[in-house]
T-cell receptor, first 112, second 110 residues
Framework: DAGITQSPRYKITETGRQVTLMCHQT?????MFWYRQDLGHGLRLIYY???????DKGEVPDGYVVSRSKTENFPLTLESATRSQTSVYFC???????????FGQGTRLTVV | GQQVMQIPQYQHVQEGEDFTTYCNSS?????IQWYKQRPGGHPVFLIQ?????EVKKQKRLTFQFGEAKKNSSLHITATQTTDVGTYFC??????????FGKGTLLTVNP
């Protein structure tokens, strides 16, 4: 299927567990982004990437790890999940610096 | 670091009334983008402005980019119930980092 897909759509995990959120895009877009969305905070940038093996920290990177070994994949790992990481996570991609970003459907993560 | 502020946070209008949301950046932006997120959905791109003072229209929506490229606005004329959602502005600064404002949640009373 063409587009940008996130998996899983919903995830419940326990405090202290490692969890990985997947993001896959089929456009070969260079730029990819991870955001978290919380009520009252809008979309906050966690990590972003300009190409394979190039990643940068966003506004709220603590507690998260990313990798980008292939252009089409940009997984986000919570190394030791905390309740404060309960959120909706959106992955996005764009073909250029000043081109529109396409968002995935989001992953709703609950840490108990 | 680059910050994008957006006001108001919430706006409730009667159907047919106008609506405006404002976006301000702490730094000069190379471009400003606007997105709409329907309740339960994901952000969807509406438009991009790149030139100082640029104005673009999409039917009842008017977008402006300030002369200093640090502020922008979205104005909706005669709102409809289909306009309900959260409107985000997003800017790209000196690097490729795409930073979003907190958004304005628009509700429309029919």
């Amino acid at each position: 299927d063409a587009g940008i897909t996130q998996s899983p759509r919903y995830k419940i995990t326990e405090t202290g567990r490692q969890v990985t959120l997947m993001c896959h895009q089929t456009w070969s877009h260079s730029y990819m982004f991870w955001y978290r969305q919380d009520l009252g905070h809008g979309l906050r940038l966690i990590y972003y990437s300009a190409a394979a093996d190039i990643t940068d920290k966003g506004e709220v990177p603590d507690g998260y790890v990313v990798s980008r070994s292939k252009t089409e994949n940009f997984p986000l790992t919570l190394e030791s999940a905390t309740r404060s990481q309960t959120s909706v996570y959106f992955c996005a991609s764009s073909g250029g610096v000043r081109t529109e970003a396409f968002f995935g459907q989001g992953t709703r993560l609950t840490v108990v | 670091g680059q910050q994008v502020m957006q006001i108001p946070q919430y706006q409730h209008v009667q159907e047919g009334e106008d609506f405006t949301t404002y976006c301000n950046s702490s730094t000069t932006l190379s471009n400003i983008q606007w997105y709409k997120q329907r309740p339960g959905g994901h952000p969807v791109f509406l438009i991009q402005l790149v030139k100082s003072g640029e104005v673009k229209k999409q039917k009842r929506l008017t977008f402006q980019f300030g002369e200093a490229k640090k502020n922008s606005s979205l104005h909706i004329t005669a709102t409809q119930t289909t306009d309900v959602g959260t409107y985000f502005c997003a800017g790209t600064g000196s690097n490729y980092k795409l930073t979003f404002g907190k958004g304005t949640l628009l509700t429309v009373n029919p």
